[in-house]
């Protein structure tokens, strides 16, 4: 399997919005989970593990991350909701195919891309949205 970069966090992940941060930081701890069971490669059931806590608690990430930003009254709103809905419908589709070999490398590959760019693009700029708003008053 080819080496992939694990994603870590740094001050550049943060959002200013501590309950975002901490979701953040656990959904890149579990990518490192992931990303070691799948290279290891020693026990599937370990992997498959991996991935469903990954999938459940990223999707109760998008869902109140979505919250957040509908009540704080984000402009951009509809183009992030999107950009979730973009990565949980490419999500559907890597895992309809779960028997395929290198589905473990696919799904791990993806899911960290894009987790990494996501987190350092577009949720950043919802937080400089809001480190904007707050400076203002
Ligand atoms: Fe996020
Ligand atoms: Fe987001």
């Known amino acids: ?4 970069q694990q994603f870590e966090w740094s001050e550049k992940c943060s959002v200013g919005i501590p309950e975002l941060d901490a979701q953040h930081r656990h959904l890149i701890e579990l990518l490192g989970e ?3 069971h799948m290279q290891s490669g020693e026990v599937d059931g370990l992997a498959e593990a991996a991935l469903k806590e990954l999938n459940r608690c990223a999707e109760s990430h ?3 991350e979505e919250l957040v930003l509908r009540v704080r009254g984000y402009p951009s ?3 992030h909701k999107a950009e ?6 490419k999500l559907a589709s890597l ?5 395929r ?10 899911v960290t891309e894009w987790w990494r760019f996501h987190v350092l ?11 904007g708003q707050s400076t203002k008053v």
């Open 121 to 131: 693009g577009s949720d950043q700029e919802y937080a400089r949205f809001f480190r």
């Open 62 to 64: 998008l869902q109140r």
């Open 1 to 4: 399997m080819r080496a992939m």
């Open 34 to 36: 992931l990303m070691k």
């Open 84 to 89: 979730h809905d973009t990565y949980r419908t």
């Open 101 to 110: 070999g290198d589905f473990g490398f696919r799904i791990t590959n993806f």
């Open 95 to 99: 895992q309809l195919h779960s028997e």
């Open 77 to 79: 709103y509809a183009e």
